[in-house]
């Protein structure tokens, strides 16, 4: 089966019968100017990602320092000051 293309306005036009044919296994390319620009497809032609929690990728463990060293406020001066 091949491709519908439709422009944006047309999309925004008739959005919800465009859904229908692509829920009923259709596919249809966007265009913008002639150039296809995207594509919308079933959901169940797309391979679900695994969720993953980019907060946690984020958090690091808290970084302790030596006992004697100076504290975190003159580290950070003395990096500035390096500069």
Same mark, same amino acid.
């Given at each position: @089966? *091949? !491709?519908? &293309?439709? &422009? +944006?306005a047309?999309?925004? #036009? %008739?959005?919800?019968s +465009?859904i229908?044919?692509?829920a009923? %296994?259709g596919e ?7 150039? !296809?620009? #995207? =594509?919308?497809?079933?959901?169940? =032609?797309v391979? @679900?990602?695994?969720?993953? $929690?980019?907060a !946690? ?8 320092l =030596?006992? %004697? *060293?100076?504290g975190?406020?003159?580290?950070? =001066?003395?990096?500035?000051? $390096?500069?």
């Amino acid at each position: @089966m *091949s !491709a519908k &293309s439709c &422009s +944006i306005a047309k999309l925004k #036009a %008739g959005l919800s019968s +465009i859904i229908g044919e692509v829920a009923g %296994g259709g596919e249809i390319v966007i265009t913008d100017h002639n150039k !296809a620009v #995207a =594509r919308i497809v079933p959901v169940s =032609r797309v391979p @679900m990602l695994p969720h993953v $929690d980019v907060a !946690a990728l984020f958090e690091a463990p808290p970084v302790k320092l =030596r006992p %004697g *060293s100076p504290g975190s406020a003159k580290l950070v =001066r003395s990096i500035r000051d $390096d500069e």
